[in-house]
């Protein structure tokens, strides 16, 4: 089966969304599923990357300053 796994955040592990978006991951990797993982990333790990979101310099830095970012849909991607 072949499975899309949404999150903002995938490859950084400094939260537990990442954390259980990996484990989910790997636990349908183990199954035989082909997963599909579309996040922020620069496309180095998948094909499949968004951009993060930004929300105005102050928005965007306190977002930042948890450790945390929201990704940019983009209709191509999706």
Known sequence: MIITLVTDQFYQNNHGTSI????????????????????????????YALKERYFGKLGTKIINSQGFQFAKPDKEVL
């Open 20 to 47: 259980s978006g990996q484990r989910i991951y790997n636990g349908l990797i183990a199954l035989g599923h082909q997963v599909r993982v579309l996040t922020i990333d620069n496309g180095e790990h998948t094909e």
